[in-house]
């Protein structure tokens, strides 16, 4: 751990705090295996941005089959929470978190042990499908059963709308609740942590903003450095499997 001082600091902060809110990027799960999307490696290194626009699926059968192939191969890897998870959880068991809002539609804080009411999924999980004319919702795991059945371009079952990951995709608008829950949690946070988040997808990325200029001490945990870097109170340019559990430990120790 280079940065001991920055951990001891962000510890501190925690442990002054009562409501501690956590935000977290692709980042946080690329220890769990998951690539995020800008990285070298990442999604689009592999795959077409465009692909996942909402005009194209709904358009395009073949950018349909794209992206079932992506949700499958998220769902079938049985990816686990890594350590930076797991010392969000223990921020809960604290009574340290005010809530954990997250970018990630991989459902891996829940898997953590957060529990639901404090997570805030910002973009959708891909644990559920949901038609797109009837709203219905039923678990991805059996939308990719028909897939392997030979359902190549699935179909909900009660409408004939068109089934798709519940996700948000580019150009589909934001859940109204979940957007307004996160706001006023990051208004009303005394302590804001960014794990593994460019920062460069908005209204998301706005969030820590809100929360610094509402008195929030900002704290960022970014692997590569974030045009938001100039704005908080500590950086820590680290894996966060490595940061977060060693912050966790100081929070013990002085707990
Ligand atoms: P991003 O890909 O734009 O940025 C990820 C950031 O995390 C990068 O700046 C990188 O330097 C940093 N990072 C990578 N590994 C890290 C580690 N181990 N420790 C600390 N930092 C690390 O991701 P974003 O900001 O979340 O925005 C893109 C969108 O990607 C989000 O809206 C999200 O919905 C979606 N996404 C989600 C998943 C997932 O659910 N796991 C995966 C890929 C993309």
């Given at each position: 751990?280079?940065?001991?001082?920055?951990?001891?600091?962000?510890?501190?902060f925690?442990?002054?705090?009562?409501?501690?809110?956590v935000?977290?990027?692709?980042?946080?799960?690329?220890?769990?295996?998951?690539?995020?999307?800008?990285?070298p490696?990442g999604?689009?290194?592999?795959?077409?941005p465009?692909?996942?626009?909402?005009?194209?699926?709904?358009?395009?059968?073949?950018?349909?089959?794209?992206?079932?192939?992506?949700?499958?191969?998220?769902?079938?890897?049985?990816?686990?929470p890594?350590?930076?998870?797991?010392?969000?959880?223990?921020?809960?068991?604290?009574?340290?978190?005010?809530?954990?809002?997250?970018?990630?539609?991989?459902?891996?804080?829940?898997?953590?042990?957060?529990?639901?009411?404090?997570?805030?999924?910002?973009?959708?999980?891909?644990?559920?499908?949901?038609?797109?004319?009837?709203?219905?919702?039923?678990?991805?795991?059996?939308?990719?059963?028909?897939i392997?059945?030979?359902?190549?371009?699935?179909?909900?079952?009660k409408c004939?709308?068109?089934?798709?990951?519940?996700t948000?995709s580019?150009?589909?608008?934001?859940?109204?609740?979940?957007?307004?829950?996160?706001?006023?949690c990051?208004?009303n946070?005394?302590?804001?942590?960014?794990?593994?988040?460019?920062?460069?997808?908005?209204?998301?990325?706005?969030l820590?903003?809100i929360?610094?200029?509402?008195?929030?001490?900002?704290?960022?945990?970014?692997?590569?450095?974030?045009?938001?870097?100039?704005?908080a109170?500590?950086?820590?340019?680290?894996?966060?499997?490595?940061?977060?559990?060693?912050?966790?430990?100081?929070?013990?120790?002085?707990?």
């Open positions: 751990m280079k940065d001991k001082d920055s951990v001891e600091k962000v510890a501190d925690i442990l002054q705090a009562d409501r501690v809110v935000f977290t990027g692709a980042g946080v799960s690329t220890e769990s295996g998951i690539s995020d999307f800008r990285s490696d999604i689009w290194s592999r795959y077409d465009e692909d996942f626009t909402i005009q194209r699926f709904i358009s395009d059968k073949e950018a349909r089959k794209r992206n079932w192939q992506l949700r499958k191969e998220l769902i079938s890897a049985d990816y686990q890594n350590p930076a998870h797991h010392a969000v959880a223990e921020l809960e068991r604290l009574g340290k978190l005010s809530c954990v809002i997250t970018q990630n539609i991989d459902g891996l804080h829940h898997a953590a042990g957060n529990s639901a009411e404090k997570i805030i999924e910002l973009h959708g999980t891909i644990k559920y499908a949901k038609c797109l004319r009837c709203d219905d919702r039923l678990p991805m795991v059996e939308v990719l059963r028909r392997d059945e030979g359902e190549e371009d699935p179909h909900c079952r004939g709308g068109l089934l798709k990951a519940a948000v580019f150009g589909e608008a934001m859940p109204i609740d979940e957007m307004r829950r996160a706001e006023i990051s208004r946070s005394d302590v804001f942590i960014v794990i593994g988040s460019s920062l460069v997808v908005y209204p998301a990325a706005g820590p903003l929360a610094k200029q509402a008195g929030a001490r900002l704290v960022i945990v970014n692997y590569a450095p974030t045009d938001m870097d100039g704005r109170d500590v950086v820590i340019h680290e894996k966060a499997g490595i940061v977060m559990p060693a912050v966790l430990e100081r929070v013990r120790e002085m707990f």
